[in-house]
Every structure is written in C-alpha cells, then in structure tokens.
C-alpha cells in the first residue's frame, strides 16, 4: 500500500512539474494536473495541502538531485584540480540539463507570488548543495592541500565561478547552451581561478 502511495505522489510530483513548467504557477490548475498524473483530485488533496505545497515539493525534490550530483567525498585522496574538476563538471551538466533551465526560470517568474520562496531557497538548498563541497575544502585545508579560511566563502566562490561563465547567461537566454568542449574549458577555467585563490 506505502509502495502505491508512494507511486502515486512521484507520479503527481512529475505531473505538477510538466504542468508548471508549460503554464506557469497561476495558470496551473490542479484538475490538469491530477489528469495527467491519472489520479482523482481528491488523491492530491490527500497528499498536497494545495497548490503552493505541491510546487514546494517540487522544489525540494529537484535540489536533492542537485545535491547528490555535486557530492563529494572528502577523504578523495586525488588531487584537487582532479577532484574540483570532476565535481564542477557533474555540477555544471546538472544545471545546464532543460529540466533545471525550466525550474529555475520557473523559481525566478514565481519569486514575488512566494514572498518567503528565496528564503526557503536559501534555507533548504544551499546547504545541502555546498555542504559536502564545505567538508572536502576542509578537509584539504587540514591536509595543507588548499588554504581555505572559511570554507562556506571558499564553496560559494568555486560554484560562483562554474555557474557566471557557463551558466547564467543560458539560463536567461542570451546564450545557447556550450558544448562538451566549451564546458570543459569553463570547468577548466574555474578550477584554475579557484586554486590560484586558495592554492598553496
């Protein structure tokens, strides 16, 4: 029965992003969105409060994705040009996938509609999505492999690096999205800046 329900709600959660994603939120309507996840309205009442908390759980559901693609082990005993490079690759595919162009052009028309949104963001995404990048930093400063002083500051910079020069200005639609080659060379790029930075 647990394995049904759970069955039920992925299949809303799916449903809920194609219907958000295509109309927006205040287009959205919850009896196309229980159509196409081919459930009464009554079962998504059952599990969602409403519409905003359906589109919450959207939200949470797509940074745990993010989360576990920019996860890092941080007892990795390879280099870390090696290791930042690898995870910034990882990071970088994930953010450029159409799916989180669509999520976060979506997050951004539906800011104001959700006063408390950009905290939540905060609250419930950036942590998780820096955290393991914070514990590695550490770790390769202890190592006296990086000189990381705060490595939240330090976490921040090397995703602000991967995401200005690759990602933004796609997202915002000002650029097509780079090929293999061209994200190679901005991960390049970044993990060189970042350890010029913090390098010893």
Partial sequence: MKTLSLTKRTAMIKAGKAVFFKHGFACASMDVIARE????????YKHFHDKHELFKAIIDEHWVKLAEVSSIDENNTKSPKSVLTEAGLSILNFLLKPETMNFFRLLVSES???????????????????????????????????????PVIAAKDFLGLLKENAFWHVMIGVAKKPSLAER?????????????????
């Fill in 184 to 200: 190679e060379r901005a991960v390049k790029h970044a993990v060189d800046v970042f350890l010029g930075f913090y390098g010893v």
């Fill in 37 to 44: 996840a081919n459930v009464s309205k009554a079962t998504i």
């Fill in 112 to 150: 104001e509609r959700f006063p408390t949104l950009n905290d939540s963001i905060l609250k419930n995404t950036k942590p998780p999505i820096t955290y393991n990048l914070c514990c590695y930093l550490a770790k390769q400063h202890e190592r006296k492999l990086l000189k990381i002083i705060d």
